[in-house]
C-alpha cells in the first residue's frame, strides 16, 4: 500500500476512534453488558462466516509450510468459537470499574477532592497469537469504557477480520459508537509504525508477541506502551523445604504446562537437600522427557545430566527443559534470581519462617511466591478475572493486567468559590 | 567528551543506581528520615560552597546574556537555601508508601494473595529548572525508596553539583548506599541520549521543562517515560453562575500567578451572562495589565479587546493575556475544552446541580473543578504533600505526582504447596 494512503488510512481509524473514546466514557454498564451477549450471540450466529474465513487462513499457513502446532493454533472450530463466546459473556459478569471512586476527602479550605475512575481512551494492541486474543481483547476493551485499535498477526487475517466485523456490528446494534472497535485491515507491516506514531489519538500501546515485536514496539513507540515480555522463572529449594511439597510443586511449574510464560526454566535447590531431592525429581522428569542441564554439582549428583552452558542461566525455554543449579545458601538464590530473572514469578519453597518473608521482601518481581507454584501467575487464578497479558513493567501495572488495569484516573474537586491564596 | 568515554560513565552510572536501589528499597523509613533530616543540615552547612558554585552560574548566565528574570530564578541566596532545606524536611515528615500492603485477598484454593508497594526501582530527572529542582527530586526520590540518577539544566550545573554532592554525602553518612543520589556531571547533551537507552538500568525517566524537551525524550525514549505537558486550562462561567464568585476565581485563576501551568488562559463564557460579567471582569483585569483577546462577541461587549487569532485558543500564555469566548451553551463549552484543553485541569462556575455533574462527567482532564480555581491544581493543595510534578499522561499517574506514584506494587502470594490444576 502507498505510504501515504496507509498513513491516511490509520490516522482516520485514530480520530474516529477517538470520537467513539468521548461517548463510549458515558454508555453505562447495563449497555456494555448487553453489547457484551449480543457480541457473544453474534460469534455463534455467524459461526459460519468465522469458519469460513478462518479455513482461507490455514490453507494460506499450510501452504507457507507453517508447522503442524502452528497450524492447530490458528485453527478454530465450533467448540474454539464456542469457548470464545463463553469468554465474552465472562466478561459481562466481571465488575466495571468505570466511575469508582477509590479515594475521596475534603480538605481544610472545604475542597472536596475525589479520585475517580475513568477509561484510559484509546487503546492500541498489536498482537501475533491465535485468533481468540481478538475476541477477549475487544470484550476487555469495551467493558473498561476504551475504544481499541486492533493489529493481529497476518497469519490470522481473515480469521481476525471476520470476528471484528460481527462483533462491532453487535456492539453497533446496542448503541456502542461506531470505532469503538477497529481493526487495521492490512497486512502491511508500515500499519504498525504509523499506530507507534499516533500519540495524539492512542493513550496506550499493549504489544502481545515474541521479543521481536516487543523490541520493535519498546525501539520506535512515541505512544506509552504496556509490555509483556518473557518470563523466566525460578524456583527456589531451601534447606529447609517440606520436600516432597517441593516435588509437586516443582512439576507443576515444570512440566503441567511448560510453553508458557510462567513455568519454571530454572531450579535452584540448597545444597544441604540436592543430594536427597535431585534423583527424587529426576525420577518424575526423567519419565516425562524434561531434560535437564545442570551445573558441576548437579551433575555429581546426576550423573545423566547434561552441563549447564552460561546461556542455559538466561534463557527461556518453554520447553521440557530445565537448567539446575546447586546453591549453598539462600544468599546464592536470591543473587542468581536477581542477575538472571525477568521479573515476572519468582517461588521458594521454604518451611522457615525468616527465609519465607526474606524471600518475599527482596526479589524484585512481579509475582513472589512462598510454597506454591509460579504457574498460578495470571489473572483467573488471582481473582481479577479475564486478563489482558501480564506486564513486566514497573510503570501502571505490574503483573496480570485485569479490567481496572485498563483504566485511569482523574481528580474530580466541588467547591463553593475557593481561590487560592 | 569522546562518545563512548561518555557512553561508558553514563552507563556506569546506571548500574551503580541499580545496585544501589537493591538496598534502598530495604532501608528503613527511620533510617530514610535521618537521611533527609541529615540532608537538610547539609544544606545549611556548606551553605558558602553552594553560593560560591552559584555566583559562578550566575556570573555565566550573565555573560551569556541570559535576561534579568533567568538570572533572577538561577540565583540562590541563603533564604532560598533555607527553602530547599525546610523542603527536605518536610518531605521526611510525609507518609513513607513503601511496603503499604493496599489489598490482600485469600482465594478458595486458601492461596493468600497481596498486593504490596515497592519502589520503582531507579528514575532519572531529566530537567532544566531552578536549583531546587535538585533538592526536592533527591528528597522525594530518597523517602520513596528510588535511586536518582539527575540530570539538571546546564545553566545550573556548578550548583546542581554542589547541591548534589553535598546531599549524597550526608545520605551516605546516615546508611544510604553509594549512588542512590547521583548527578550527571557533563553539560554534554549526548548524555540525555545515552539516558533515554538505558531501560536495563532505569525503570522511569520523568522529564521536566519546555515542549522541546518534552519531545525529545517522548521520541527518544526506550526507558517509560512520565511526562508533564503544557497547561492550557479554561474556566467555562455558566448561564446559572454565581457572578460575584466568578469574578473572584477567574481572576484567582488568571492573576495570582500568571506563569504556572494551572493558571486560566481561556475563559469561556455563557452568552446570557457575558454582557453583564465580561465588563466586570474586564473593570479588575485591565488595572491589572491583562490584555483580553477575544471572540467576535466578546469584542462586541469589550470594544478595546483585541480580536483573538486561531491560534490564540491552544497558546499557553503563561503571561498576563487572557482568550475569552462567548458560547451559546454548555455543549460548546465542552466541545471548544475537547478540542483545545490540555488534560490539565479545566474549572466551571455554575449553581445548576446538573451542569456541575455533567462537567465533572465529561471533561477529560487530570482535574476537573467546580466552582474553585485551577491554580489549586498542586500535590500540597491536594493534599498529597510535596509533589515531583504534574502528569499529563494517563499511564500510572494523572494529575499531581505524590510519593505514592514513585511506587510499584508487586503481587505476593504465600502458599501451602498449591499446585495448578
Redesign the interface.
Known amino acids: 500500500m502507498a505510504t501515504e494512503v496507509l498513513k491516511q488510512m490509520v490516522l482516520a481509524m485514530g480520530q474516529k476512534a477517538r470520537a467513539a473514546s ?1 461517548s463510549l ?2 454508555v453505562s454498564t447495563t449497555v456494555k453488558n448487553e453489547a457484551l451477549r449480543a457480541m457473544a450471540a453474534g460469534l455463534l450466529e455467524h459461526a459460519e462466516d468465522i469458519l469460513e474465513a478462518n479455513r482461507r487462513d490455514c490453507a494460506a499457513a499450510r501452504e507457507k509450510g507453517l508447522s503442524a502446532a502452528m497450524v492447530d493454533r490458528l485453527t478454530l472450530n465450533q467448540q474454539r468459537l464456542k469457548a470464545m463466546a463463553d469468554g465474552i459473556l465472562e466478561i459481562a459478569t466481571l465488575h466495571d470499574p468505570v466511575g469508582e471512586v477509590p479515594k475521596m ?1 475534603r ?1 481544610p479550605n472545604g ?1 472536596l ?1 475525589g479520585k475517580v475512575r ?1 477509561p ?2 484509546v487503546i492500541g494492541v498489536i498482537y501475533e497469537s491465535r485468533p481468540n486474543v481478538t475476541a477477549d481483547t475487544a470484550a476487555l476493551c469495551l467493558k473498561s469504557g476504551n475504544a481499541v485499535i486492533l493489529r493481529g498477526g497476518s497469519e490470522a487475517f481473515h480469521s481476525n477480520r471476520a470476528i471484528t466485523r460481527i462483533l462491532s456490528d453487535a456492539a453497533s446494534g446496542q448503541g456502542i459508537p461506531a470505532g469503538a472497535l477497529q481493526l487495521v485491515e492490512t497486512t502491511d507491516r508500515d500499519a504498525v509504525h504509523e499506530l507507534l506514531q499516533m ?1 495524539r489519538h492512542l ?2 500501546i499493549i504489544p502481545r508477541g515474541g521479543p521481536d515485536l516487543i523490541s520493535l514496539v ?2 520506535h513507540s ?1 505512544v ?3 509490555k509483556h515480555d518473557k518470563g523466566l522463572c525460578h524456583t527456589y529449594v531451601d534447606a529447609h523445604a ?1 520436600l516432597e ?1 517441593a516435588l ?2 516443582c ?2 511449574a515444570k512440566i ?1 504446562r511448560p510453553g508458557v510464560c510462567n513455568a519454571m526454566e530454572t531450579l535452584l535447590v540448597h545444597q544441604s537437600v540436592a543430594s536427597y531431592f535431585l534423583p527424587q525429581l529426576s525420577e518424575i522428569f526423567s519419565p516425562a522427557g524434561v531434560e535437564i542441564r545442570g551445573c558441576p554439582r548437579t551433575q555429581a549428583i546426576l550423573p545423566g545430566a547434561r552441563a549447564a552452558q552460561d546461556q542455559d542461566w538466561d534463557e527461556e525455554y518453554l520447553d521440557l527443559i530445565l537448567a539446575v543449579k546447586v546453591v549453598d545458601n539462600i544468599e546464592e538464590a536470591l543473587a542468581h534470581i ?1 542477575r538472571h530473572g525477568s521479573g515476572l514469578a519468582e517461588a521458594i519453597i521454604t518451611s522457615d519462617y525468616a527465609n ?1 518473608r526474606r524471600f ?3 526479589v ?10 509460579t ?3 495470571d489473572g483467573n ?3 481479577l478475572g479475564a486478563e489482558m497479558g501480564i506486564s513486566t ?4 501495572v ?2 496480570p493486567m485485569g479490567l481496572e488495569d485498563l483504566t ?13 491564596e
Request: hydrophobic share 40%.
Open positions: 468521548r466514557a458515558k476527602w480538605r475542597l477532592i475513568v484510559l481512551g500519540d493513550d496506550v519498546t525501539e512515541r506509552p506502551i504496556i517440606d511439597m509437586r510443586v512439576t507443576n503441567q536477581e519465607s518475599l521482601d527482596e524484585d518481581a512481579a509475582a513472589v511466591f512462598v510454597n506454591a507454584s504457574r498460578f501467575t487464578q488471582f481473582g513493567q514497573k510503570l501502571h505490574r503483573g485511569c484516573t482523574k481528580y474530580i474537586i466541588q467547591g463553593s468559590g475557593q481561590i487560592r
